[in-house]
């Protein structure tokens, strides 16, 4: 036989045995066998000395050309077996949809937010409605029409963050009132729960951005009984039976009279204890009568009209329903601490 038949016959046994080839090992051993070191085709590389001279170049080319031609139909059979073994796998890896899973690790509303949620379920139930502002607040809604003007002391008590000499980060949930008021006519009954921010450094009980809720009123004959009636039920709403309000006078620029108002230390029920200092008391919001100048500028006519209005600290009254001793534990956003809530 000559080294053309050879070649052509060892390439026709190697195809056949590869198609019946299933794995990798099998893949490698015909490999070893062929083109190996002790290889058939590499024996007859070797044996090529034996030959004449001038048979030797055409002898290597064909024997060159059959090692392609097997290296070829090595790899097309790996990517074969590559391809049935990818098919076996998804097959076997097939998911089951049905099959139970682990519960997922839940989140938590934050405390501020479901003192939120409590309130405004509170007032909306005695008919107010919710309205929200911008924090981005322009001084004349945040301060002018509160009857702040430029200048006035009681903007030393909210110094605040300024974006230009006419816009601020809003210090009070107030100028909703005044927003409220030159968009809608009497009877008004809003809250207004949001963001305010304050230029003060953090502390236990302070915090540059924190949370209110402001509250308005405006009708015919809405008296400061109103206001009372009003707080006392959210009072009971939100620290159970036997809670009431205490007021006391104070000053707001946009209230006429104004009160500071305080509730029964839910701790002790206003026996005295270290929660209240022993005056069995807790302060928690501000409020009193619109302004009737504010009415005014606001385009309502205070000889008709009067009105109330409040404003509630959000973190205040989490930190005092949860017993939460440090304001800053509400921005922390430790798991361990906001996990508690639920
Ligand atoms: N805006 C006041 C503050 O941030 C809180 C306040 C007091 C709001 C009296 C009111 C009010 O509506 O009547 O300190």
Redesign the pocket.
């Known amino acids: 036989m000559g080294i053309k038949e050879t070649l052509g016959h060892l390439l026709e046994t190697a195809q056949q045995e590869l198609e019946t080839i299933r794995d990798k090992q099998a893949l490698e051993a015909l490999r070893v066998r062929i083109i190996g070191k002790k290889g058939e085709l590499t024996a007859l590389l070797r044996g090529m000395g034996q030959l004449l001279p001038e048979e030797r170049p055409a002898a290597g080319q064909m024997i060159n050309e059959a090692r392609e031609k097997f290296t070829a139909m090595l790899e097309a059979r790996q990517e074969a077996l590559r391809m049935i073994e990818r098919r076996a796998a998804l097959q076997k890896e097939t998911i089951d949809v049905t099959e139970p899973v682990p519960p997922l690790p839940l989140g938590s509303a934050h405390p501020v937010n479901l003192v939120m949620a409590e309130m405004v379920d509170c007032f909306t139930g005695m008919g107010f409605e919710v309205v929200e502002g911008p924090e981005v607040e322009l001084d004349h809604y945040n301060f002018e029409l509160?009857n702040i003007p430029k200048n006035h002391p009681a903007r030393d008590a909210?110094d605040t963050f300024y974006v230009d000499d006419n816009i601020v980060l809003r210090?009070?949930?107030?100028p909703m009132?005044a927003r409220t008021m030159l968009s809608r006519k009497p009877p008004i009954r809003v809250i207004c729960p949001g963001r305010?921010f304050r230029s003060d450094e953090a502390d236990a009980t302070h915090s540059p951005v924190f949370h209110?809720m402001?509250?308005?009123v405006v009708d015919r004959d809405v008296t400061m009984a109103d206001l009372r009636g009003t707080l006392n039920a959210f009072a009971e709403r939100l620290y159970g039976k036997g809670i009431t309000t205490r007021f006391r006078p104070s000053f707001?620029p946009?209230?006429e009279p104004?009160t500071e108002v305080d509730l029964t230390c839910a701790a002790c029920h206003g026996k005295g204890c270290r929660v209240c200092k022993g005056t069995g008391w807790i302060e928690v919001?501000?409020?009193?009568m619109?302004n009737p100048h504010v009415l005014e500028m606001c385009g309502i006519d205070p000889t008709v009209y009067s009105g109330?209005?409040?404003?509630i600290g959000l973190e205040r009254i989490a930190m005092q329903r949860y017993g939460i001793p440090d304001l800053r534990l509400l921005y922390e956003g430790d798991v361990r601490f906001l996990g508690q809530f639920r």
């Open positions: 509160m909210q210090t009070h949930t107030s009132q305010v209110q402001e509250g308005l707001f946009f209230t104004s919001l501000g409020g009193g619109v109330f209005a409040f404003g």
